[in-house]
């Protein structure tokens, strides 16, 4: 039988990392991590310009050098697997400079996820940069860890109830734990990669980048992970100290 406090525990803590598993994947899914702010485009020669970034963006081959300057010069927004940019949805680039804007977006394919950073980008012979490629492989690897983490504790959670047993609970917290780290990991390594993409490719003047509420979204999922961890393990050390007593008074 199990008591009403951590029946109570148990439904929160499964609100809780329900809630964190959707944040976690509406973040991994969307581009909003990263946006910059460009100026308005003035000038036929800046158009040309950016009208040629926005065609090797979308059609040239993977570079990082390329697709950072037009993220930089065209509204551009970035996330784990998306990399988008604000262009004009009727094609002129100069003429109404109300005209309505549309975001056209590129993937990040899983060979491009693994492709090394250079220490100059767009410079293959400048060596690779050992910080920022693992940095960026871990902000790929470590939400998806984060996600099998929950879903092996959802399973273990779903046996536990047919075998009607709290044994597991401990076990599930942990799992949640860990989910929680990996999640908090992953925006760790996504702002500092940010930060030093950003110290080799200074962004042009009058441009500003700003955090996404994509970013936000993941930020909050890792507290909500851990705050259903704590509830678990209380549930499960709270529970098992109870049975010991009940069995040693028993036995008394």
């Known amino acids: ?15 809780l990392s329900i809630l964190a598993t959707v944040y976690l994947s509406v973040a991994i899914g969307t581009q909003h991590w990263y946006q910059y702010s460009s100026p ?15 065609e090797e963006f ?4 993977f570079d990082e050098k390329t697709y950072s300057d037009t993220l930089f010069r065209l509204n551009g927004t970035v996330g784990l697997w998306w990399r988008c940019v604000l262009v004009p949805a009727n094609g002129l680039w100069y003429k109404e400079p109300d005209s309505k804007m549309m975001l056209e977006c ?11 950073k250079y220490t100059e980008p767009g410079n293959h012979n400048s060596g690779e940069d050992m910080l920022r490629t693992y940095l960026w492989r871990c902000q790929f690897l470590l939400p998806l860890v984060s996600l099998g983490l929950v879903v092996l504790a959802g399973l273990t959670g779903f046996c536990a109830c047919l075998c009607q047993s709290l ?11 860990l989910a929680g780290l990996c999640t908090l990991a992953t925006v760790c390594c996504y702002l500092a990669g940010m930060d030093l993409l950003h110290r080799v490719s200074m962004l042009p ?14 930020l909050i999922s890792s507290p909500l992970h851990m705050m259903a961890a704590a509830l678990l393990v209380w549930a499960a050390r709270s529970h ?13």
């Not at 308005?40 to 926005?54: D, F, P």
């Not at 500003?208 to 993941?218: P, T, V």
């Not at 098992?240 to 008394?252: D, E, I, K, L």
Request: some cysteine; charged content about 15%; glycine content about 8%.
């Open 1 to 15: 039988m199990v008591d009403n406090r951590y029946a109570t525990a148990l439904v929160i803590a499964c609100v």
């Open 40 to 54: 308005t485009v003035r000038g036929e020669a800046n158009v040309s310009e950016l009208r040629s970034l926005y």
């Open 58 to 61: 979308m059609d040239g081959e």
């Open 106 to 116: 590129r993937s990040f394919t899983l060979p491009q996820q693994f492709t090394p």
């Open 167 to 177: 044994t597991p609970t401990l076990g599930i917290g942990v799992l949640h734990l």
């Open 205 to 218: 003047d009058k441009v500003d980048g700003s955090l996404g509420w994509s970013l936000y979204l993941a």
């Open 240 to 252: 098992s100290q109870n049975y010991y007593r009940m069995t040693a008074y028993r036995v008394a």
